[in-house]
């Protein structure tokens, strides 16, 4: 029996990799990498296996994947984006879920869609809430880290309205001691970062995460490694309205503490006023940034259990 990693050639962001850096941590080898958006072009006749948890996926015209990939299908999260949540349940999709379920849902909203098909499928949470091992062992730092606060607003490089916006909330929001003391970060690898870089890039990010004081972020895959590394992080929720963003989203923000930039709508009225008002911010967000909260405690129970069913995959022919 061959084990595999799922790679993913078509992808820029890595918290891809930091979920099958998740995944790699249970297997004994990596024997062979598996493109999660070309699965179908595995051709090989040997048996490999595979935990098969994160995002699906940007070509779900290659769905499902072929019968030597033997597959544990938890943590997974299926898109609006590409059609997938139509064209990932064929009858031949549904005939593979009902084969290898039951299907471990990493949120609701995908727990749903399963059901909705008559799948066996259970809510799984997401396996980035196992990270720790060789991570835990690193010594603490005074390292602040800001990731990709408020990414969804403005993010387009023509933008400059919604860049504007995005880096006056940031400005409200974070004292300004810290945005200048904090290393800011991206999490999106330079282009025609080869896979290995991007592995690479994932695993050094992971380490810095283990190490800080604090995490401030908008990215669900900074987060979720920062409470399973028990690193404080404060997860800022704005501009994640979109169908493709808040269904990832219920059953995910349960294990960190979020903080909604509605909290500044709801102190002023309307964004161009605001800019104009004599009104200075006071704290909107509630943050006690000299003694940042810890993270929530929830999430032990899911570990134990996303623990307990790769082991199990694994042990198991």
Same mark, same amino acid.
């Given at each position: ?35 999660? =958006? ?34 544990? $299908? ?45 799948? =066996? ?6 396996? /980035?809430?196992? $990270? ?96 399973? $590394? ?15 963003? /808040? ?40 943050? =006690? ?29």
């Amino acid at each position: 029996m061959k084990y595999g990693l799922m790679s993913y050639r078509r992808s820029r962001n890595f918290g891809d990799q930091i979920q099958s850096l998740a995944a790699k941590q249970f297997l004994p080898s990596v024997d062979e990498f598996l493109d999660r =958006d070309f699965l179908t072009e595995n051709n090989s006749v040997e048996e490999i296996k595979l935990i098969m948890n994160g995002w699906f996926m940007a070509e779900p015209q290659n769905w499902p994947p072929p019968s030597n990939i033997k597959p544990l $299908l938890i943590s997974f999260h299926v898109t609006h984006d590409y059609g997938a949540n139509d064209k990932m349940f064929s009858n031949k999709a549904i005939a593979f879920y009902k084969k290898n379920g039951p299907v471990g849902c990493r949120d609701y909203y995908t727990l749903d869609l399963f059901r909705s098909k008559g799948i =066996d499928s259970y809510y799984s949470g997401c396996l /980035t809430l196992t $990270l720790q091992n060789k991570y835990t062992s690193l010594p603490r730092t005074d390292n602040v880290y800001i990731m990709d606060v408020l990414y969804k607003v403005g993010g387009r490089s023509h933008d400059w309205l919604g860049k504007f916006k995005r880096n006056w909330i940031i400005k409200k929001i974070i004292p300004k001691n810290i945005l200048n003391s904090a290393i800011h970060l991206v999490q999106d690898v330079p282009k025609n970062s080869s896979e290995t870089q991007k592995f690479e890039i994932a695993e050094e990010t992971l380490k810095k995460y283990a190490t800080a004081k604090l995490v401030i972020t908008s990215r669900i895959h900074c987060a979720l490694p920062c409470v399973a $590394l028990n690193t404080p992080v404060i997860f800022i929720d704005g501009g994640l309205e979109k169908a493709t963003d /808040t269904t990832r989203l219920k059953g995910i923000v349960e294990y960190f503490n979020s903080y909604s930039t509605d909290a500044i709508a709801s102190q002023y009225r309307g964004f161009i006023s605001s800019i104009f008002s004599k009104n200075k911010f006071n704290n909107p967000l509630k943050i =006690d940034w000299d003694n940042p909260p810890q993270n929530p405690q929830t999430h032990l129970e899911v570990v134990e259990n996303l623990k307990k069913t790769c082991l199990d995959f694994l042990q198991n022919n």
